[in-house]
């Protein structure tokens, strides 16, 4: 068995790390306008509401 290359692990451990932050800021920013909207349109329930738009893909990059 080869030895481990611990500074390629570690590479491969941030990459993922990142991904899964970048996942996560898209999935919270859709969840914070979801919020505003409906948030406004129980403020105003005479205005129109548009349709939802589409969740954000998780591990698609």
Request: aromatic share 8%; glycine share 2%.
């Amino acid at each position: 068995m080869p030895p481990l290359d611990k500074t390629s692990r570690t590479r491969e451990d941030l990459d993922e790390a990142i991904r899964w932050r970048d996942d996560w800021e898209r999935l919270s920013a859709h969840h914070a306008a979801m919020k505003r909207k409906y948030q406004r349109a129980a403020i105003f329930p005479w205005m129109s509401v548009d349709p939802d738009p589409p969740k954000p893909r998780i591990g698609d990059d």
